[in-house]
T-cell receptor, first 113, second 114 residues
Framework: EDKVVQSPLSLVVHEGDTVTLNCSYE??????LLWYKQEKKAPTFLFML????IEKKSGRLSSILDKKELFSILNITATQTGDSAIYLC?????????????FGTGTRLTVIP | NAGVTQTPKFQVLKTGQSMTLQCAQD?????MYWYRQDPGMGLRLIYY???????DKGEVPNGYNVSRLNKREFSLRLESAAPSQTSVYFC?????????????FGAGTRLSVL
């Protein structure tokens, strides 16, 4: 059965801290792993990773994929209150002929001033 | 929201009532999706449509029907709403071809069934 597990479920940090969010997966015919940020409304796309060991970076956020160990991490350095959100990990696989995403339950990050 | 418009934004139904959630895209993308999001459950796929006129079941299709009559619109219908269908519903589109899995989401519809 396809599965995406995120940890921790929730995290509270102070501004300026660095956080690491984890995502492990078991998905049939893996194609890609995606990270989304969800504040009050729609999830917004952050990164897509398809190859092991290649870091994707955007400002203070970075992510890396390990296809051998079936996991990814999302790092946020120098956290700000605006980073408070639910971070969703999704894995894309080829199921029944469609390129669908399978989501984890998310990590709720709270950054306090 | 990446050109994805969902209506309505909020809805309250009584058990047994029916309603249709609308989703429209302003581009010409083939793939469209309906998800529901419940606390502690993440996003779960209800139905998807790989192209105009085709639809397929996702992980949690029971109690729902969909319609993709044209390329722009993908609607989700609850024929007889139940309290278990209280959730936030998201429509998404996938612009990329083939294995490019990136999906972009609408703002969501918050549905309460009493």
């Amino acid at each position: 059965e396809d599965k995406v597990v995120q940890s921790p479920l929730s995290l509270v940090v102070h501004e300026g801290d660095t956080v690491t969010l984890n995502c492990s997966y078991e998905v049939t015919n893996f194609r890609s792993l995606l990270w989304y940020k969800q504040e009050k409304k729609a999830p917004t796309f952050l990164f897509m990773l398809t190859s092991s060991g290649i870091e994707k970076k955007s400002g203070r956020l970075s992510s890396i994929l390990d296809k051998k160990e079936l996991f990814s991490i999302l790092n946020i350095t120098a956290t700000q209150t605006g980073d408070s959100a639910i971070y969703l990990c999704a894995v894309g696989g080829l199921q029944t002929g469609a390129n669908n995403l399978f989501f984890g339950t998310g990590t709720r990050l709270t950054v306090i001033p | 929201n990446a050109g994805v418009t969902q209506t309505p934004k909020f809805q309250v139904l009584k058990t047994g009532q029916s309603m249709t959630l609308q989703c429209a895209q302003d581009m010409n993308h083939n793939s469209m999706y309906w998800y529901r999001q419940d606390p502690g459950m993440g996003l779960r796929l209800i139905y998807y449509s790989a192209s105009e006129g085709t639809t397929d079941k996702g992980e949690v299709p029971n109690g729902y029907n969909v319609s993709r009559l044209n390329k722009r619109e993908f609607s989700l219908r609850l024929e007889s709403a139940a309290p278990s269908q209280t959730s936030v519903y998201f429509c998404a589109i996938k612009p990329g071809p083939g294995p490019i899995n990136i999906q972009y989401f609408g703002a969501g519809t918050r549905l309460s069934v009493l």
